[in-house]
């Protein structure tokens, strides 16, 4: 007696690695994690402003003198603000994820590390020392360009110093956006280019096996 031939759907294999992403993908202490190159260079960015501003406020502190108590007063305290807010926000991300009160996704994405509120803190930093660094430099000029002396010379160099820093900071948050942009955007692509191939695949077995019904009727 020939053997009769299997009329159920064609089953699709199972992949255990999809399996494993999928358990995986429903925890929700694993969304912190995500993504874990992205996060870790904008922590070590958050490190270096934090750092940077730190010592560049507390010298300039430190260094306040009769002659030049305004500016230098000013800018130091502007400076340890900013980073202060830097590593608050740090600290913010770190006690909210430790204490798991957070369980929507999109909240998620947006407070870890290498979220939406890292590359805003880091906006409105390098915005900021933009900011300082041109006060500085029309104080210097409006008191007559540099010339030999201190004071207008410290305050020209250290505004020349910080409008580079806030505008590197600045190009450098637009080119990671930039590449971070193209990047999702060809990988979502190479997505539904799967998808489609798999629905493909899935849809030729069943018209395979719709053919297989009709000789046998």
Known sequence: MPEM???SPPRSQVDPAQIQRNVLEEQVELW???EPRKSILCYCTSLVLILGCGIGGVALLSTTT?????WRLG??????????????KQLLSS??????CVRSRQRIEMLKSGGFSDLLVILLTGLALVICGIVLLNLALASG?????????????????????????????????IVVFILNRTDAGQRLRDR????????????????????LI
């Open 66 to 70: 009769s002659l030049s108590s305004e």
């Open 32 to 34: 912190w994690f995500r």
């Open 95 to 100: 006690a909210i994820q430790d204490m798991n």
């Open 196 to 215: 489609g191939v798999r629905i493909f695949t899935i849809s030729g077995q069943m018209r395979e096996t719709t053919s297989s019904m009709a000789n």
């Open 75 to 88: 800018v130091g305290m502007a400076l340890c603000l900013l980073a202060l807010a830097v590593l608050l």
């Open 145 to 177: 360009m540099p010339r030999p002396g201190l004071t207008l010379n410290d305050m020209f160099i250290s505004g020349v110093v910080l409008a580079a820093a806030g505008c590197v900071t600045v190009l450098s948050l637009a080119g990671y956006c």
């Open 5 to 7: 031939d299997d009329l």
